[in-house]
């Protein structure tokens, strides 16, 4: 059994030691059976898309109501720090990593002993969940609506016969709008991905209809702390230095996925974008996810470009952490390669680090975390096999290609390398982008 020692992220106000004993009466306004009659949320549906993307571009009001309730919860005082006093830069370089101090998410207390060597664990009611969270830092219910248009509606009760998805504040933010989707939250999920869940991320994404707001998820062992179901959202105005890696595709699925492998970057990853629909671009991913939690291999997931593409990236940070086999310079730093981390925004603990941010010292950290080229081959040819895909490095036709970015710049280059059509029986179900 491997276990690593970290101070956990407090999400909650209510969120205490795990030796704290609750057995008698929460003594607050929370989500279990004690407090939950008579609660009411506002709830917002959003509108049914069947193309992946498609459609015109939606009124802003979901991104009004997640930065109206938040602010009112900033107001309020839930908050344990205020993030935009935060500094926040680009660190020089070709890469453009995006450095904060946030000395307000460092605690002094005692670390946690979090396994790292099982992604898939029960749920266990008796450490913190988001059942124990306090209804004010609950902001609104978001479900998936069956309209053509979206439904808002100020004030409806929690129905905990049918669980509802709830929005709710981070209390310690790395930026202005950090959000928590919590799925179906009355049924007490374990942090795995499931399709039904992902695909409500993707419609958040898409309804938000800001390339700059993105949701993340991070499994059990790539620190996920709480195991219960949820996802992070918030926004930052510049793109990521993953959305801007260059790519090279390496299959298209019979419903129209293109799966490719970014390059140059410090931690391997795919980039799911595309499908005919918005249902199979989700389902392509989800089948990704449940393959790589089937066989205990720990992820991060990015969802970008306002749900058009999702990054997966398998990861060993925590496992190596365990194993001694992590530098000590970085481990000093006390940064925990998360997805936001993985993605290129550094959350930073120290005044130190921060000053002396760079290029290398942010490729140094994430590097850490990729699993190696021959770990990564593994892990693609599990995944491709997972989705009835086969993909065979030496017969690719491929391109290269410079992620878009909110700025709207693309570049490409072709790549060619020996080409040839897939030779096995998966021919009719995957196709070879040429």
């Known amino acids: 059994m491997l276990k690593i020692k970290r101070v956990p992220t407090v999400v909650s106000n209510y969120q205490k030691d795990e030796a704290a004993d609750e057995s008698v009466g929460c003594g607050r306004n929370c989500l279990g059976a004690c407090c939950i009659n008579g609660a009411r949320l506002p709830l917002y549906a959003c509108k049914k898309l069947e193309k992946s993307g498609a459609g015109e571009k939606p009124v802003a009001f979901l991104e009004s109501l997640v930065l109206g309730e938040w602010e009112d919860r900033f107001q309020r005082g839930l908050f344990r720090y205020d993030v935009t006093a935060c500094e926040t830069k680009v660190i020089p370089g070709k890469y453009g990593f995006v450095a904060q101090l946030n000395e307000g998410r460092h605690l002094k207390k005692r670390p946690t002993e979090f396994r790292v060597d099982k992604v898939l664990q029960s749920f266990d009611g008796n450490k913190f969940n988001f059942t124990k969270v306090g209804q004010e830092e ?65 419609h958040m994404a898409t309804e938000a209809a800001n390339p700059y707001f993105r949701l993340g998820y991070n499994s059990l062992g790539a620190f996920a702390t709480i195991n219960h179901l949820h996802f992070q959202a918030y926004y930052l105005a510049m793109p990521f230095p993953l959305e801007k890696a260059p790519s090279k595709k390496m299959i298209t699925t019979a419903s129209g996925v293109k799966i490719s492998e970014l390059l140059s970057y410090p931690v391997r990853s795919l980039l799911f974008e595309g499908g005919s629909s918005m249902q199979d671009l989700s389902d392509t991913v989800s089948d990704a996810c449940v393959c790589l939690q089937n066989n205990n291999i720990p992820f991060n997931i990015l969802i970008a470009d306002c749900g058009k593409q999702i990054f997966l990236m398998p990861q060993c940070y925590a496992e190596k952490q365990a194993l001694g086999e992590v530098s000590p310079e970085v481990l000093e730093t006390q940064v925990n390669p998360a997805v936001w981390e993985i993605s290129g925004h550094m959350v930073l603990k120290r005044k130190e680090d921060y000053e002396g941010a760079s290029e290398e010292n942010a490729w140094r950290l994430l590097a850490e975390a990729s699993l190696s080229e021959e770990r990564f081959k593994e892990v693609y040819a599990l995944i491709f096999e997972a989705i009835g895909c086969s993909y065979q490095e030496e017969e690719l036709e491929g391109t290269i290609v410079q992620q878009d970015n909110p700025s709207g710049s693309v570049s490409q280059k072709s790549n060619r390398t020996h080409g040839g059509p897939i030779t096995n029986g998966t021919a009719s179900e995957c196709l070879v982008l040429q």
């Open 138 to 202: 609950l902001l609104f219910q978001f479900e998936a609506g069956e309209d053509t248009e979206a439904q808002f509606f100020p004030c409806m009760p929690l129905d905990a016969e049918n669980s509802p998805s709830v929005v709710a504040i981070n209390v310690s933010p790395i930026e202005y709008g950090h959000v928590l989707l919590i799925p179906r939250v009355l049924d007490c999920l374990p942090q795995r991905i499931d399709h039904k869940s992902l695909l409500l991320a993707l």
